[in-house]
């Protein structure tokens, strides 16, 4: 008989389950795994700083956060999502056609990419150009188009060590693969010159593929993972050079050591001033819908992006976000709420 | 030596050569077979118990450092010029002051007490001395002057956690050699944390905060904990458990003793031994689809969490049941129903306290499982960054929460080398977790068996 009165009890639960779908009093927050750890420190600091709740963050990368956000309006779809990408016309379609028609875009900082390898190992100053000739499925020697078989960075560079090309690369799903392609091996791509033998001999559109194919023997190693992973392994394999984001490498300055572009060293400062080439944009998405309904979000937001969090001094800058020198211009943005157009 | 072959017609005189003493080749070779399968059993087990070894001593290794953390005593005086600039002690007023507000008292302070130790490292900086504690220091030392407001303006004794890169060093994750090169501590750091520990101001001791605090952000490894994660862990079995053993066991024993046997039941009968192997992953996408977005219920809640594991375990819990129904004797039946028992009271009067250790066995194996289970709660919005404790139940079921196999997850993910020893740390706590719960299983096997 007790096994009934237990069976009652769980079916009450079940009942009130459904009845008590509860206002939600913290902020929800999903998207990039780049820009996970900025917001779990302004979330952290805004519950210790507010009446508010600490914002619950999830992670999951910058397309599942955007899709989650585009599911629609209300208490159990969330606020804010985090993304290293701008959002693509084909998602604010969707976001749309769910409902989730007034967006704000808040341009929270630059992140930057930069590539590092062991401290014990050689230390590297590349060019676009190295990485390109180094990554691509096919390269272009003497105005001829053939397929990559270099295995030392001294065949791609005389001036690079004699150390056997090793590359761990964000996999496809990751936004900083984009950021890699366009700003690394496209750009070197066109730099070498390959892009006007390319598109002398397959076409224009067709080049543009050609340029960004990574070869596939196994010198470049998709990551899929995060940089823990690339990290752990670079430490199996310590003739490998990897992708970090640049917080990710400051963090891990005991074991990494960073090579320079076009002779800049990655830092805050030098990407903020453009000097360092490979960086892009960070963004959070916020649903106006849900300002005024779910307690504290645009407090959030305006927490996240003043000068004291936000700023060049403050926490995110320590953890290595690069500052938004439009800063101010975002500040206001988030004031009078302006949505995209 | 029964099923020795009899002697051959042929060869008879060879075969009374023989002695029983002496093996023929024939069976030699039966006896090398199975000394043969003997080692390839204990190669086996070799692997088997190699590999556990490993797995322990690597968890152990990096996790046993989790339980002890490094904590500094100093006095620092609060200036109530930054603090309170009204000079009221409005609390109000007060809370204007942020957490980054109380960290420039703190350094200032710090700045001071140091000091006055006169400790004489050369190339010590104030930036060097201000990075030795936790970011988490301010916002303990904010939450304390706002619960106290007359504390402003005094020398208060201050109880903190140093920086993770410092306590790594009394752990000997951080090295003088790896200061060097590390950006985020210098050797001067680490000399001023020697001369403080000589003084018995630093001291590494049992880290109580890692079972009772929240998570914590990348800028405070030393901080974080796994009490939001226990909880809802806790939480969630508390749901599998009301749920999934009345359903399972009622299940169970309908389909046992009262259901009629034909093509229906049979149908019945390979769906949940088929769903009993489906990937975890797909019970997390029946989550969202049902428990979210149709029943509307929060995201990242351990009631969500707790009805997908009911549903991932129930499976288990059925075949588990079904089995120890199984195993009671139809005399028992019979007995009963031939004394005048009706059929529900022989069921329940009789087979299911014959049949009880058996049905605690699975249920207990089956939250066990439920336990460790990360991927479902991946969609359901719970490998999330979660900071406040949730309420007390029945409300808190619905207030977010993490799991401790989804801590494990979050932490292996962080960039900060501190996280290693936090993620094997958890490990260590789930794993005693489950080790407690299957000892429990065998316990009450022991306890409640009978034999026929």
């Known amino acids: 008989m007790k096994t009934f009165g237990l069976t009652a009890t769980a079916l009450s639960v079940i009942a009130l389950s459904a009845t008590a779908a509860a206002a939600r009093d913290q902020v929800q927050i999903a998207g990039s795994s780049t820009v996970l750890p900025y917001s779990t420190i302004v979330a952290e600091l805004f519950g210790e700083n507010s009446d508010f709740g600490t914002p619950v963050v999830e992670s999951g990368g910058s397309s599942t956060g955007l899709r989650r956000f585009c599911e629609g309006v209300g208490e159990n779809t969330i606020d804010i999502a985090n993304s290293s990408r701008a959002i693509r016309d084909t998602e604010r379609e969707a976001c749309a056609a769910a409902g989730v028609d007034e967006i704000m875009e808040v341009r929270i900082g630059y992140d930057g990419i930069v590539f590092a390898s062991l401290n014990s190992g050689n230390a590297f100053e590349f060019t676009p150009a190295d990485w390109f000739n180094a990554l691509a499925a096919q390269i272009v020697v003497d105005g001829q188009v053939v397929a990559n078989d270099r295995t030392s960075w001294s065949q791609v560079n005389p001036e690079l060590a004699d150390q056997e090309i090793l590359a761990f690369v964000p996999g496809t799903r990751h936004g900083t693969r984009e950021v890699f392609e366009e700003r690394v091996i496209r750009q070197g791509c066109e730099d070498s010159g390959a892009l006007e033998v390319f598109t002398a001999e397959l076409g224009e559109e067709a080049a543009g593929e050609a340029c960004v194919a990574l070869r596939t023997d196994g010198r470049s190693v998709d990551i899929d993972g995060d940089y823990t992973e690339t990290l752990a392994r670079i430490n199996s394999s310590p003739n490998g050079i990897g992708v970090f984001g640049l917080s990710f490498y400051e963090n891990n300055t005991g074991t990494l050591q960073v090579a320079t572009m076009n002779g800049v060293t990655p830092s805050t400062e030098t990407i903020s001033s453009g000097e360092y080439p490979v960086s892009r944009p960070l963004f959070m998405y916020v649903k106006k819908a849900h300002i005024g309904v779910i307690p504290g979000v645009k407090e959030f937001v305006e927490f996240f992006v003043s000068d004291e969090i936000a700023g060049p001094s403050g926490p995110l800058a320590d953890y290595g976000l690069v500052s938004d020198p439009e800063l101010a211009a975002t500040q206001q943005a988030v004031t009078d709420e302006t949505v995209m157009q | ?452």
């Open chain 2, 1 to 452: 030596m029964t099923d020795m072959p009899l002697p051959q017609t042929g060869r008879a005189g060879a075969r009374t050569k023989g002695s029983l003493l002496q093996a023929d080749s024939r069976t030699r070779r039966r006896n090398a077979a199975e000394k043969r399968f003997r080692a390839y059993g204990v190669t086996a087990i070799a692997i088997a118990i190699l590999a556990l070894v490993f797995l322990l001593t690597t968890i152990i290794r990096d996790g046993a450092s989790a339980f002890r953390q490094t904590y500094l005593s100093i006095p620092v005086t609060l200036d109530a010029e930054i603090l309170d600039p009204q000079g009221n002690r409005d609390v109000a007023e007060m809370s204007r002051v942020l957490t980054l507000g109380y960290g420039r008292v703190l350094d200032a302070a710090l700045d001071r007490s140091i000091g006055s130790l006169e400790l004489n490292i050369p190339g010590l900086s104030e930036g060097d001395v201000d990075g030795i504690v936790s970011r988490e220091a301010s916002a303990q030392l904010r939450q304390r002057v706002l619960n106290d407001p007359e504390l402003v303006g005094q020398t208060v004794e201050l109880n903190v956690l140093v920086n993770g890169r410092i306590d790594g060093y009394f752990k000997g994750r951080v090295t003088m050699a790896s200061a060097e090169r590390d950006s985020n501590v210098s050797p001067q750091q680490l000399l001023l944390a020697d001369a403080l520990a000589e003084r018995g101001l630093l001291v590494t001791r049992f880290n109580r905060e890692f079972i009772t605090n929240p998570d914590a952000s990348d800028q405070r490894p030393e901080a974080a904990g796994i009490g939001v994660a226990i909880i809802g862990s806790v939480y969630m079995m508390l749901v599998v458990l009301f749920l999934a053993v009345p359903i399972g066991v009622a299940a169970s024993i309908y389909l046992e003793e009262f259901a009629p046997k034909n093509r229906i039941t049979d149908i019945i009968e390979v769906n949940i031994s088929n769903l009993a192997a489906v990937p975890s992953i797909v019970f997390g996408i029946l989550g969202l689809a049902v428990f979210i977005n149709f029943a509307g219920l929060p995201q990242s809640a351990p009631i969500v969490g707790g009805l997908v594991l009911t549903l991932m375990t129930l499976p288990t819990i059925i075949i588990a049941t079904r089995a120890a129904l199984k195993a009671v004797p139809p005399s028992i039946r019979d007995a009963a129903l031939g004394v005048g028992a009706s059929k529900m009271q022989s069921v329940f009067h009789h087979v299911l306290p014959l049949a009880m250790p058996g049905i605690l066995t699975g249920t207990i194996i089956g939250l066990a499982q439920a336990l460790g289970e990360t991927a479902p709660l991946l969609l359901i919005g719970m490998v999330a960054f979660v900071r406040e404790y949730p309420g007390g139940p029945p409300e808190g079921l619905f207030d977010p929460a993490s799991a401790l196999p989804v801590q494990v997850y979050n932490w292996t993910q962080r960039s900060d080398p501190a996280f290693v020893e936090r993620a094997s740390g958890a490990i260590i706590v789930l794993l005693i977790f489950l080790l407690c719960m299957n000892l429990l299983a065998v316990y009450l096997r022991r306890r409640f068996e009978r034999r026929w």
